[in-house]
């Protein structure tokens, strides 16, 4: 399968900074490999990022030209006070008050339209990241589910969450406060360079040449926090998934008693995450109270500069004090610029595998032209199936096989014979990796998805069951069903009788993963799905292997209509499940090395003969 590489991430406790490549050649190698693979992560999110606000342009440019209209009006305070000393006060003076009322009601107007303004930018910028968040959290979710079993078999449940949840919540973070943060301040800085150099060319050198430590300090912070950022990332995304996993695997953590070492492996992934965040902090610690030094020792120097002309007469007063509110204002936004950069750092280290996560590509995938299989008859045929997962070894070597329609086949034999395997072919969680499987003489990838599920219905010795009534867990199979067609689903299989005792009947909420019902309820709750669903193709996948004697009874009696009028799989260790099979098959290394009714193989002298004498002698 192919897949973008994240940018990996080193997990010793000091990390070495982007400016600091390895000695060796080796090692230079590795680095320049790094720096590589990093920036095609970046560019990957950026298009990423590009795309999301492609459908917003409108509204962003909107956004654009009101926090510019926004912070064009604050810039103009220290302006206006300026002229208020120098011409106001003296106007007034000699009882002039036209100057200094027009100069108040600007400085009154420009308060108002950057309140207005900015309130508006605000409201805006908000309708601009809540619609770039969902269109992600939807394209997540969608494009999750669109990926084939292979990427769900590898990429744990725990991380997946934590792309929908700590990961969104860091761009969520950016967008709704960080951005906003950054635009007002790089267009309050800007605009207040540009105004001290309009007012008065030489206090605007002093702060030119104070701009050269505050981007050397910055330059600094950046290279360090890039790769803690990216740390505490995946730290936080251990925590996740080592929490999920150890809640959804809960019982098998007590049951073998693993409390204490689970604790303790916990602790110490908070303890790595602690680590990170105090690195973290830890430059803040030094990068904020160094952009504060430099900004207090700029506005002393503005203030001796501007102190000594107006001295000799060559700078008014109140362009004095314009200069050092300007010069003092100019450095008040890098601190939350700074704070950006943090979110930012956060925030792209998500971006980076959310995006990551959305060029995951199916490995089972529609067909360009699919052809049309309205309805299936079921026939099914193996003609020189060669299939392995991943890199492993080859599953089925060579395999060849036939499945008449209507016919049901029992598959038997030791763990890793390759029987699951052909189920999970048959059902397309995976495709061959030669030869063709066919569906009555059509190529399965030449199938449309939605053709194939329709044909060809699995069910599983988990029997899942999702939250909401007994009724929409058996309409799952077909949403449009009616009532009628639901309880007729249900009294086929047997289930009827147990579900109409429930409290609420069919509207019984049957709790998260079925806990209100039994083991076999369950499975007859998911035979009637796949009776409701009516498949040409039936798939029964370990279907009782965790039931009791009674509960297979019961089971077995639903089977039975089940089953009727369709080409079935059943793959069983249980011999009693086997014996209402047509055909059985024995299958050892990938290969079918017994084939005949369960009869005939019974009365033989092969490996399906010993196993059901074995079978019988154990209920004596």
């Not at 490549?21 to 999110?45: C, F, I, M």
């Not at 009727?564 to 014996?579: F, Y």
Request: hydrophobic residues 45%; glycine residues 8%.
């Amino acid at each position: 399968m192919s897949r973008a590489t994240p940018a990996p991430a080193r997990e010793n406790n000091a990390p070495r900074g982007p400016e600091e490549p390895p000695q060796g050649t080796a090692g230079e190698e590795d680095y320049n490999l790094d720096r590589r693979r990093s920036k095609a992560v970046r560019s990957r999110s950026l298009r990423l990022l590009a795309d999301l606000l492609r459908p917003m342009w409108g509204l962003f440019a909107l956004t654009v030209v009101v926090v510019v209209i926004s912070q064009a009006a604050r810039v103009a305070g220290p302006a206006l006070v300026a002229m208020a000393i120098d011409y106001g006060l003296p106007a007034a003076a000699e009882g002039d008050w036209l100057i200094p009322s027009v100069i108040g009601a600007t400085y009154i107007l420009t308060a108002i339209v950057a309140g207005v303004c900015t309130a508006a930018f605000i409201r805006l910028a908000a309708k601009v990241s809540q619609a770039v968040l969902l269109d992600l959290r939807q394209r997540v979710f969608r494009h999750t589910q669109r990926l084939s079993l292979e990427f769900h078999e590898n990429y744990t449940s725990g991380r997946i969450i934590a792309r929908q949840t700590s990961d969104l919540d860091a761009l969520k973070q950016l967008l709704d406060s960080g951005i906003v943060s950054l635009a007002q301040s790089i267009l309050f800085m800007t605009f207040t360079a540009l105004s001290l150099f309009l007012l008065d060319w030489r206090s605007g050198l002093v702060l030119a040449v104070a701009i050269l430590p505050v981007w050397a300090v910055t330059r600094w912070f950046q290279l360090r926090s890039q790769v803690l950022y990216r740390h505490q990332r995946v730290a936080s995304a251990r925590l996740i998934i080592s929490f999920v996993e150890n809640m959804t695997g809960i019982r098998a953590v007590q049951a073998f008693r693993r409390e204490r070492t689970n604790n303790d492996a916990y602790g110490d992934l908070t303890e790595v995450y602690r680590d990170n965040t105090a690195r973290t902090m830890g430059l803040n610690g030094i990068y904020d109270p160094a952009l504060k030094l430099i900004g207090n020792l700029t506005v002393a120097t503005a203030l001796a500069v501007g102190g000594f002309r107006v001295l000799d007469g060559s700078m008014e007063v109140g362009v004095l004090v314009a200069t050092l509110l300007y010069t003092n204002r100019f450095f008040q936004p890098i601190t939350r610029m700074a704070m950006f950069y943090n979110s930012f750092q956060s925030a792209a280290a998500a971006l980076e595998k959310i995006s990551g996560l959305l060029e995951e590509v199916p490995t089972v995938r529609q067909a360009a032209h699919p052809v049309p299989l309205p309805r299936a008859r079921g026939e099914l045929r193996f003609n020189k199936v060669t299939f392995g997962y991943g890199d492993g070894p080859m599953v089925l070597p060579e395999f060849d096989l036939h499945f008449p329609p209507g016919q049901t086949v029992a598959l038997v034999g030791a763990t890793g014979a390759g029987k699951s395997t052909v189920a999970k072919l048959i059902a397309r969680f995976y495709d061959v990796t030669s030869g063709s499987l066919t569906l009555d003489g059509v190529d399965l990838r030449e199938i449309s998805t939605r053709d194939l599920r329709r044909a060809v219905v699995m069910v599983t010795q988990e029997a899942y069951l999702f939250s909401g009534s007994v009724r929409d867990n058996i309409a799952l199979a077909r949403p449009d069903a009616t009532d009628e067609e639901v309880e007729a689903a249900a009294r086929a299989v047997g289930a009827h009788e147990f579900i109409t005792a429930m409290p609420d009947g069919y509207d019984t909420d049957v709790n998260k993963r079925g806990g209100r019902v039994s083991a076999g309820q369950r499975q007859l709750i998911s035979f009637a799905r796949a009776f409701l669903a009516d498949p040409a193709v039936l798939i029964l996948d370990e279907a009782t292997s965790s039931l009791d004697i009674p509960g297979e009874r019961q089971v077995q009696r639903g089977l039975q209509t089940l089953l009727a009028d369709r080409t079935s799989l059943i793959i069983a260790h249980r011999l009693s499940t086997v014996e209402i099979a047509d055909r059985v098959l024995v299958m050892e290394g990938g290969r079918v090395i017994e084939d005949g009714s369960p009869a005939d193989l019974t009365s033989g002298t092969g490996q399906f003969a010993a196993l059901h004498t074995a079978w019988r002698d154990s209920l004596v």
